[in-house]
């Protein structure tokens, strides 16, 4: 795999999750030093008439940066009960797996990174090369991810009742399941697609 050529202008940015599904550590981490810049740069780029797209706790920073007010957007499903309490003029849909508010589109978890890229493929290039790369990668087209909700038990995020099953305690982080993406494999598939058809499409990493 090569790198991308450097004179690639960078329109498009897309953000895996952070690695947090507690929202009580959520805050924390948006307060951590690399947050700062990263916020700053987020609202240079979309000033600048770019496109951002987010997914899973992502989108947490796209609502720190201030740039959501307003607009439709998705996350977690387990997340979306805080992003409504502390964002009320958002339209906060998590049935969803993707979103598109042009600049910005947001995503929903763990996997739903994967729905992310074939989507901006689709848009960007084609639905033919996204339909190839979802044939390649064994991926099937998901439009919602409400079919994937569990309702069992308090709930890992929140507190209220919707919680994660499969003998996940509330005090076990998300992360096993939603907030840590394996998004090494996901950036490497997306690099080798922008690669093969020149698209300047750049990821910025953060470790889970």
Not at 30 to 38: C, G, N, R
Request: glycine share 8%.
């Amino acid at each position: 795999m090569e790198p991308l050529e450097h004179d690639v202008q960078d329109n498009s940015w897309v953000i895996p999750g952070i690695g947090v599904g507690d929202v009580g550590v959520l805050q924390q981490r948006l307060e951590e030093p690399w947050a700062s810049p990263l916020l700053s740069a987020l609202n240079t780029h979309v000033a600048s008439d770019k496109e951002i797209a987010a997914s899973c706790s992502a989108v947490f920073l796209l609502h720190a940066a201030g740039l959501l007010e307003g607009r439709r957007v998705t996350t977690s499903w387990w997340l979306a009960p805080h992003l409504r309490k502390i964002a009320p003029g958002y339209r906060v849909d998590p049935d969803f797996m993707v979103l598109a508010d042009p600049p910005l589109t947001t995503a929903g978890a763990a996997f739903a990174q994967t729905d992310l890229m074939l989507h901006l493929l689709r848009r960007r290039l084609s639905p033919e090369i996204a339909g190839s790369v979802s044939k390649a990668l064994l991926l099937d087209r998901r439009q919602l991810q409400s079919p994937f909700v569990i309702v069992l038990g308090r709930c890992l995020a929140c507190g209220g009742s919707a919680g994660i099953a499969a003998g996940f305690s509330c005090s076990n982080p998300v992360g096993v399941l939603g907030g840590c993406v394996p998004h090494a494999l996901i950036s490497s598939g997306i690099r080798i697609s922008a690669r093969l058809v020149n698209v300047p499409l750049a990821i910025l990493d953060q470790p889970c």
